[in-house]
Every structure is written in C-alpha cells, then in structure tokens.
T-cell receptor, first 109, second 117 residues
Framework: EDQVTQSPEALRLQEGESSSLNCSYT??????LFWYRQDPGKGPEFLFT???AGEEKEKERLKATLTKKESFLHITAPKPEDSATYLC??????????FGDGTTLTVKP | DTGVSQNPRHKITKRGQNVTFRCDPI?????LYWYRQTLGQGPEFLTY????????KSRLLSDRFSAERPKGSFSTLEIQRTEQGDSAMYLC???????????????FGEGSRLTVL
C-alpha cells in the first residue's frame, strides 16, 4: 500500500533561518512525487513535481529534491509569507495521489 | 476564473440529512478527484473519474457516499444520512494531460466545509 510520512509535524523558524522538511514514502511504481502548499481554509496549491531520484526543482526560496525513499523541501532564508502547511503526495501505479499529513511551517519576523 | 470551483463553500446540516456538493473542474482536464480533509490531517482519497467513468472508490468509503460525473464535466458528491463523523472539508481537484500523458498534478478548489450537528 502506498504511504507517505512527513516530518516534522510543525516547524517554527525565525525569518532568514533556513531549514528542510522531510517526506518519506513507499509506493508501487513511482509516477510522481508532488509538493503542495496549503493556507488555512484553502485548498492545496501545487508547487513541484519530481519523477526520478536525483531530480531537483526550485521556485523562489524553495527547492525540492528526491531520492529513492524520500524527498526534501529546502527553504532558504524564509519570510513570514512562507508560513503555511506543506503537503507531500505520491502517485503510483494505482493512478491516484496519496498525501502525507503535512508540515506546518511558521516563520516569525 | 478558470480554476476549480466548488459549491457550496459551507454547509451546516443535522444528523441524518442528505447533502450534495458540486465541483466544476478546469475545462480541459479529463480527471477529477474527490478528497476529504479533517483538521491536522492530509487530504484522504475518496474517488476519482476519468471523463465520465469512475475509476476507483476508496475502500474506506461507506455506501452512504456516492459520486457522479455525468458527461465528463462537473461532478457531484452526495452523502446520505449524514453522521457527525462526516464533518470535514471536501476537496475537489482536477488534472490534465501533457503530450498525451497524465501529469498527476492536482489543481484543487477552495473546498466545501461540512458541519454535521
């Protein structure tokens, strides 16, 4: 059964303090690993897709990386507006995306 | 706005009543997904459609839940005889294809929040 585990559950950073979020996964036939951002009361917003180990994607202060067992979302010099819940999901042979429970990031000014 | 649209945004109902949610996906997307999310949890898969065909329904979903996507356009999710445990955010998402291959990237609506009293 496809499974996603994210850590930590919550992360509090000072503005400018870089850190990483972890997503560990097991999946039958990886057809994509996805990162989403979710603000309170809103639907998740797509950020990145990674397809194979060694792949990296960047967007502003965020960089996502992928190995055969886990993915990291690196946040460089975060700002308060980066505060949100970050969700990881995997899509396998079953064709549907399975989500982790997310990491809630709070960036204090 | 060409994003995913969900209605109603909020629904409060009494236990035992039926409720229906509607989702209008991005027009060129052929896949449509329903997820349920409770506080502090990630989205939980419920069901998905490719065009008008329902391809998978979660084993965790009781028979009180039914979804349709007539003509492969909008979709409805109905919950019959609601229970307090059904209280959650119901999220709809759609996805499309690039160069003939399903991308897997999901574009979500704002969600429909259900409160069962």
């Amino acid at each position: 059964e496809d499974q996603v585990t994210q850590s930590p559950e919550a992360l509090r950073l000072q503005e400018g303090e870089s850190s990483s979020l972890n997503c560990s996964y097991t999946v039958s036939g990886l057809r994509g690993l996805f990162w989403y951002r979710q603000d309170p009361g809103k639907g998740p917003e797509f950020l990145f897709t990674l397809y194979s180990a060694g792949e990296e994607k960047e967007k502003e202060r965020l960089k996502a990386t992928l190995t055969k067992k886990e993915s990291f979302l690196h946040i460089t010099a975060p700002k308060p507006e980066d505060s949100a819940t970050y969700l990881c999901a995997v899509r396998g042979n079953a064709g549907k995306s399975i989500f982790g429970d997310g990491t809630t990031l709070t960036v204090k000014p | 706005d060409t994003g995913v649209s969900q209605n109603p945004r909020h629904k409060i109902t009494k236990r035992g009543q039926n409720v229906t949610f509607r989702c209008d996906p991005i027009s060129e997307h052929n896949r449509l997904y329903w997820y349920r999310q409770t506080l502090g949890q990630g989205p939980e898969f419920l069901t998905y459609f490719q065009n008008e065909a329902q391809l998978e329904k979660s084993r965790l979903l009781s028979d009180r839940f039914s979804a349709e996507r007539p003509k492969g356009s909008f979709s409805t999710l109905e919950i019959q005889r609601t229970e307090q445990g059904d209280s959650a955010m119901y999220l709809c998402a759609s996805s499309g294809r690039t160069s003939g291959k399903a991308t897997g990237e999901l574009f979500f609506g704002e969600g429909s929040r259900l409160t069962v009293l």
